[in-house]
Each structure stands twice: as C-alpha cells, then as structure tokens.
C-alpha cells in the first residue's frame, strides 16, 4: 500500500513541476459558446424598435416583457404565453424578489413568511446560489439526499411536507446542478399531487437547462402547471427560467412562469419596484432566435462544442478512476458529479489547489456547505479548453487516488 | 359671476366638440427625444466586447458594473467611481431593493426594519411611485409640505427627526418630481447634519435629474456623500440616479451610491441576488456616450426638443390662469407644477378626462393620494408634440376656471 502512495505522491509532485493554472468550478459558457451568439451584439435595432403590437420598446412600460419573445419561450417551456413573464438578466433575481415577496407580503392567501419559523426541502448535491439565497433570506434549510439511483426520496420528501414550516422546495429539473439527473412524470406528477401541511407550500422549479441537451433525445418539458392543476394544487409550482446558458450569459433574459393566481400575485409586488424590464434586450433576443426552432438548432450548436468535453470528462475518470469513485453521465446541463470515496472529498479539492487546478470546494453543493460524506465534488466542464479539460481532470484524478491512500495509509 | 360660468361652459362645450385625445399625464420622453439615441441601437459590439482591462463582459460576473460607465457618472454626479455602482434598467428597482435590504437584514450596526414602526419623511408634492412603493412595503408615509418659496421646510423636518420612527426621507435634489426645485447647498448641508434619534436614517437622494437642465446654467450636483461625511454623519446618504431620462427610457442602467460601508452592505445583499448587471448594456452606453461631457452635449439635445414645450406651458398658462393660479418655472427636469385654487383640482382633472385630455390625478403626488388644499395638478409636458401640448394645455386653463367658477357659483 505504502507503495501505491508513494508512487501517487511522485505523479503528484510532477503535476506540480507543470505549474499548472486550470480552473473547473465556474458553470460558465466558453467563449467559443458566447460567439455563438455574437450575431446578438450586431443587431440593428435603429430601423425598427417596435414590437408586434406596434408598442416603441424605447421608451417605459411593459411590465410582462416583449410578446414576441414570451411566445418562443412559452412553447419551449410549455406554458400558456398568458402566465409567462419576461424580465430581467437574471433568474436568480426573480427566485430572490419571489422570496422576498413571500417574506413581506405572505403568498395569496397567506401571513408574511419574515418572523416564522420557515423552512425550504432542498435535494443535496444541489444549486450552491439556491442555498445561498436561502440561507441569506433567514429561510431553514432541510437537506434531502437524493436516492442511490439518482431520482428524488419522495417517501421522505412527503414526510417532510407534513411540517407546516416546509414552505418552499428547490428543484432544477432537468439536467440537475449538479448531479445532471431529470424528474420524470410520475415524480413530477407526485410532487404536486402530495398532501402539504403548508398551504402556501411552493415549488421552485428552476429549470435553467430546460433546452440543454447533449444527446439526440430532446424531451419537451413536462407540463408541470398542467399537472399541479390536474392534481387540484394549480398554485404549486413556480416555473424559472434564462437564455443565460442559451445567450450571452450575463446579458440575457429570466423568465417566470405559474399559475394565473400566482402570476397576479408576482405582478401586483413587481409593479411598484420597476415600471418594467429592458424590452430592446427581449427584442433582441425575439430576433435573433426567431422561433422555438431557431432557439432548438442554436442549443445543438452549443452541445457540438460542449458535449465533446462531457466526453474528455467520462473518458478520464473511467481510466483513472473506475473502482475507486462514481460519476454521472449527463444527458444535458453543465456538470459533473463525481462521488469520490468517503472522506476524501476536501483533501482532494485541497490537494488540486495547491498544485494550480481550482475545483469547486467540496461541500458547495449541500445546504450549508455539509456534505455529510465529503465525497461529492462537482466539476464544471464547459469553461476550459478541451486541452485545459484534459489536463485539469487527470490532476484531480490524481488528487483523489492520492486523498484515498492517504487516508488509507493513515489508518483512520 | 353667472354670465362668466356660462361663457366658461360653452367654452368647454366647444371643447368637447373636438373630440380631443391627448395626454399630459406620463413623464415620459418623446419619440424625438428617444431618436436622439438611436446610434445606441446600432452599436455593434460584436468586434469588442471587452472592457478596459479585457474582461469578456459576454459572461457571468462584475457586480459593480463597467467601470469605463461608472466613471463618466462619478464625473457627472460628484461620486468617487468606488462608491458608484451600475446596475439594471430601473433605479426604482434599486430604491425598492434597497429598502427590501434593511426590511430583511436592517441597516449597518441596526436591526430588520420589518414588525416595526418605521416612517419615512416624504416632502410633498413629491414623485407618486417613490410613494406607491413605501406604502406597498409597508412604511408609513409623513408628507412634509414645501414652503411658500418652495423650499424644503427644514424645522419641520428636524423636528420629525426627533422620532426614532423616522429611518427614511425620500427627497429629488435637482428638478424635483414634481415641483422643479432643487436643494442648495445650505439646505443639503443642514439634511446630512441634522441631529437624527434614528441611527439608522437614510436620505434617499434620488438624483433622477441630474444633467437634465433647461437652461444656460448647468450646475454640479452638490457632493452630498462629501457634505455628510464633514457633518459627521457619513452613512446618512442613498444615491440613485439613471439614464432613463438620458437615453432609452425602458433601456437605460441605473446607479447607486453611497459611502464605503452603504456600499459594502449593498453589495453584500446584491450578492445573493444576482451574478452580476447586464454588462453589455453598460458597455454600449459607455460606447454612446464617450465620456462626461458626451451625456453634456447629448443633453443640450434634449433640451432644445424640451425647453420650447415648458415655454408653450409657461405662455399658456400665463395668458388664462394669471390671477386664477400660480405654477412652477422649472430650469430643468420634467414637470410643472400648476396650483389651482384650493377645493378645485380634481373637478378641474375630471372636466378635462371628460374631453379627451387626461391629466395625472389630482392628489397622485400626495402620500396616500392626499392633497390637502385639492390645488397640485401635475403637467408633463415632455411626450405630446407642440401642438397636442398646446391644445392639452388650453383645455386644462379652461377647466381649471370652469371649476373654480363652479365653485363660486356653489357659494360653498
């Protein structure tokens, strides 16, 4: 065994002489992805700025965002234009303001959420921003594993909802960050037909990858306000959305989708803190997509730069890392979940640091930072080169095979 | 007194006749106006969308904002470029956040705002969605009316001061929504020094008109950042400003700034809510513009498109309501402000909606709607053409006189 670290330790100390400076912990598009869409910064809006309806989009107003662009994201999200907003740059900002709504005004029918004991079901590894925000907005986070074949715990998931504090819980999905796994209609279906002891009870359904596909099977959403409506709970589900993955990532469009109930709800608190968002981004993006179809065709050509890196990814950790870790194989989204043994998780992280290569820090994917194993570390494929790829994922190979015999020559 | 009545309704009779529709109510630019930045709408970003020091503002991240648009708006607004933050498309947004922030977390050194008795001073006449938004948030409004020389009345205000309640002021130091006022400096330097019982008060200085002058003189924005931090009080002040007014009214970026620790615990907050601005618009504003003096010249522009309708206003109303009403004579900005004698103002509205000629209501630039005397009728003359303004303004004369000699006749 001592020779196996040892030998580790020597393939280590030679990453280091590299000086290596490689980073995969940023879910961010390539730049090879952002040009893309660089038709997007040429358009020419100075001959005609005006929207179907004939409205001038210089000029204020419009809180439900630009038709045109509702209409190509209603049939790719598949909700009813009617109950699809678009607003600003940032999904994120709407989950926030939806939050914050719910905090100092209470949902239709309910008390302010601020001064209770409230609590969020949150599916770990997930989204670090989700936890951020929620924890940031004093909201109780409850950590709930996902099961050993991937798909959420709906026995304990119910169990929970039992708590009259569980208002809220976090869901990506499709393409999940970070595990990459998709909810399937029966789940779905489960998920919004479940008795709640909260009658306010909301899921976030933030489905960010919705049209992120890296394989030939392009399934269409599920029709989740379809069937919270069926289930009788229309009002449980808050679909969000962004061309941030799709366009440019920091200058897109967020987009926010429920019940005609909720969709009041959210516009009744949005009107008095905006007199609406930025409607020449909306028509920029109407006209440089514009249909469904063009969005469809333009997601292939990001899944021809990204899906080889998907690839490089599963290659390396099938050569250095079968029998000691597991990893999935999404078919869609942004990342990576490998599950490195028991307790070797942040040494790994730790020890790829220290030799140049910054991963995300073990941790990030569960409600505060606790993964109860310190095993998942996620990595983040898209932002490198294929060569920075390469080289990035055989060091972290390296640093978990070394973190495990470490840790098994040390007896603990 | 008969004989004039009825000269007045067969006046406003032949009014009526003309089937008129125009509208005085929006503050909104004209398509003219909005045409003097359409160079905006073909700037083409696609050969460099870089900033200064080469960051790709296509992806996530920079919460600041551009800097090369933070420092032509430091120049403009007399704030260090560190203090100054860009951000989204509505500065009502940020004023909205930024009370939502210290209802959640409370101030620097305070406690949540939120289950509490918290007030804010609002000087009235004043800008109806500043007023919309704290009462949708739950603050309870205090009007401080405006002294007879429409200055603000600073003994009232300290004397308020005085209640630990008071954590808020709203105030528009240049060109005041509605009024045209602006603070000078002994006046600011009396607000940032002012004994407050609430550690936490802020003035919110929404500075939405800034460059927006209507004459030769073009005054500096008074250093209120730099005036409260000589008086001791360095956190008292919230600065917000746009170019909604500048350049694209739905489409523009907005500002805040404040002292080193408002912005530290600004940011701190914006930190879980966003990834970052829509850089890209930054950059193209920051294209448009050039520098400081660009936005100088550009708002020579509007003046030239602007100043001859505050002039129709001003001749109108000098021609029928002298002796029957004052009104304000604005240097810069966006609205008069027409006092008509007291009990009439909203019959005078409720004539003129009844031919065609829609008037803000009266009462909307009151907190709670409420005008006291029922005199302030709000006139934004920027969106109609010359001749719509005119024939909107000569409508409004007659019905002002057509109330108040209705009023007369009442004998009440």
């Not at 719910?102 to 949902?107: K, N, P, V």
């Not at 099961?147 to 039992?162: F, Q, R, T, V």
């Not at 990030?364 to 920075?388: K, L, N, Q």
């Not at 994922?393 to 098994?408: G, Q, R, S």
């Amino acid at each position: 065994m001592t020779s196996r670290l040892e030998s580790l330790r020597e393939e280590y100390q030679a990453l280091r002489a590299q000086d290596l400076s490689l980073d995969l912990t940023r879910g961010k598009p390539s730049a090879a992805q952002l040009d893309l869409s660089n038709a997007l910064l040429d358009i020419d809006l100075g001959a005609d700025y005006r929207d179907a309806s004939g409205t001038d989009l210089r000029n204020y107003g419009g809180t439900d965002g630009v038709v045109e662009l509702r209409e190509i994201f209603a049939e790719l999200l598949g909700i009813p234009v009617a109950q699809l907003l678009a607003a600003g740059n940032a999904s994120l900002q709407l989950m926030h303001d939806t939050i914050v709504f719910a905090l100092l005004h209470g949902l239709p029918g309910g008390e302010p959420w601020f001064g209770q004991d409230v609590a969020f079901l949150c599916p770990a590894p997930g989204y670090d921003r989700h936890f951020a925000l929620t924890q940031a907005l004093g909201i109780r986070m409850i950590a709930v594993p996902y099961l050993a074949d991937g798909s959420l715990d709906l026995a304990a998931i119910e169990k929970h909802l039992a708590d009259p504090a569980v208002r809220g819980m976090w869901l990506v999905p499709m393409y999940a960050n970070p595990t990459g796994s998709t909810v399937d209609e029966a789940t779905a279906r489960a998920l919004v037909a479940m008795p709640a002891a909260a009658r306010d009870f909301r899921i976030f359904w933030d489905n960010a990858y919705a049209v992120h596909h890296l394989s030939d099977d392009e399934p269409a959403p599920l029709d989740i306000l379809g069937f919270a409506e069926e289930a009788g709970n229309p009002d449980r589900v808050f679909v969000f959305a962004s061309t941030s993955k799709i366009t440019q990532a920091g200058s897109g469009v967020s987009f926010f989708g429920s019940s005609p109930a909720n969709v009041a709800w959210h516009k009744k608190h949005t009107s008095v803190q905006t007199i609406g968002p930025d409607k020449l981004s909306h028509l920029r993006h109407a006209r440089f997509f514009g249909d469904a179809e063009g969005v469809r065709a333009h997601m292939r050509k990001h899944r021809e730069l990204v899906a080889p890196k998907f690839a490089i990814v599963d290659r390396i950790l099938t050569e250095r890392l079968s029998g000691h870790a597991t990893w999935t194989k999404p078919s869609g989204g942004y990342f990576v979940t490998l599950v490195a043994p028991a307790r070797t998780a942040s040494r790994a992280v730790e020890l790829a640091k220290s030799i140049g290569v910054a991963i995300t820090p073990a941790g990030a994917a569960f409600p505060y930072g606790d993964d109860p194993h310190d095993s998942v570390i996620r990595i983040a494929p898209t932002m490198p080169t294929e060569a920075e790829l390469e080289a990035a994922i055989e060091a972290l190979c390296v640093c978990v095979l070394l973190a495990e015999a470490e840790l098994e020559a040390s007896g603990r």
